[in-house]
């Protein structure tokens, strides 16, 4: 926009805001800003209104919810109480064995221990820890 055109812009909007200014003024200085903003080269011109634009589309109309379908509660499943780890016996040494299923540990020295009815053997050593 060049020097002339920003100075009739500026003149406009001092038109457009003066109170002392007539109804017809301000619309007649509304019309020519509009003019002169769109193209400064038509500053002359009339501006006609606009077409109407087409209307959008309307949203279809929405479906009511249908209503919620009872399901059968989930079945429960039986939970069995924790294994409980066995407690140390004795090896009638002053120490003692940790029994883990068929087999204990020595946790001294970290043998195993197998399982022979009433109590475990030291495949190592031949000991015997009763049960």
Excluded: C, Y
């Excluded at 959008?56 to 929405?62: F, L, Q, T």
Aim: no cysteine.
């Amino acid at each position: 926009m060049g020097p002339a055109a920003q100075a009739r812009t500026d003149e406009l909007r001092r038109v457009i805001g003066d109170a002392a200014a007539t109804a017809a003024q301000r619309q007649a200085a509304r019309e020519e800003l509009v003019r002169l903003l769109m193209s400064p080269s038509a500053a002359g011109k009339t501006v006609a209104p606009l077409p109407p634009r087409a209307a959008i589309d309307p949203v279809p109309p929405a479906r009511a919810p249908t209503p919620a379908q009872a399901t059968p509660p989930p079945a429960i499943t039986p939970v069995a109480p924790p294994v409980r780890a066995t407690l140390p016996v004795p090896d009638g040494k002053g120490g003692t064995v940790v029994p883990q299923g068929k087999t204990a540990v020595d946790p001294r020295t970290g043998a195993t221990l197998v399982d022979v009815g009433n109590g475990w053997v030291d495949p190592a050593t031949g000991r015997f820890v009763p049960k």
